[in-house]
């Protein structure tokens, strides 16, 4: 799979903390952490019809010349965008943006639209060509995050397009999905 930021590098101090967050979350069985909600997601979410307002547009826009495909191309093959937002304890599980049998989404463009006070990183943990621990990205407003969701060889889910959001602990966190 292949990992792309739009600015910077995930914070490293980030990754530690990351990583003991999801051993809590998985302890779940266990009783779940202080301040953690119960639930798989326990996000909330908004759909948005691309034309639907000159900000989403320039968002098509911009999204298609990232990925070097004329708008007439690039219209047909997305969905609308999906925004989320995350309050204080709210998470996504580990989960996988494509699959064989449901949607066939072959990329991610995951657009962070504020910074959150603590908590709320992307995790990929078997994105292991990026380190042992895979990657942590820390949620900053301006900062976009594109992986592809399938194999090149097979067109099959890839594993290291696998994530999570980690439980805000502090703030909130909005955020934006484009697929294509």
């Known amino acids: ?38 639930g798989y997601r326990t996000s909330q979410t908004a759909w948005l019809p691309f034309g639907s307002d000159r900000t989403l547009g320039d968002v098509q826009n911009r999204t298609a010349r990232l990925l070097g495909l004329s708008l007439a191309d690039f219209i047909p093959l997305v969905e609308d965008l999906q925004v989320v937002h995350y309050g204080p304890g709210e998470r996504f599980g580990v989960h996988h943006d494509s699959s064989a049998g449901f949607q066939r989404r072959d990329l991610t463009l995951l657009i962070y639209l504020n910074d959150v006070e603590e908590g709320g990183e992307t995790v990929f943990p078997e994105a292991v060509e990026v380190g042992p621990d895979g990657l942590v990205v820390t949620p900053q407003v301006g900062t976009a995050v594109l992986f592809y969701n399938l194999q090149e060889e097979d067109r099959e889910p890839d594993p290291a397009a696998v994530h999570q959001a980690q439980p805000v602990i502090k703030g909130e966190k909005y955020a934006c999905n484009l697929w294509v």
């Open 1 to 38: 799979g292949g990992f792309g930021k739009a600015k910077g590098q995930a914070k490293r101090e980030a990754k530690a903390k990351a990583k003991g967050q999801a051993k809590e979350v998985a302890t779940a069985a266990a009783g779940l952490p202080a301040g953690v909600k119960d």
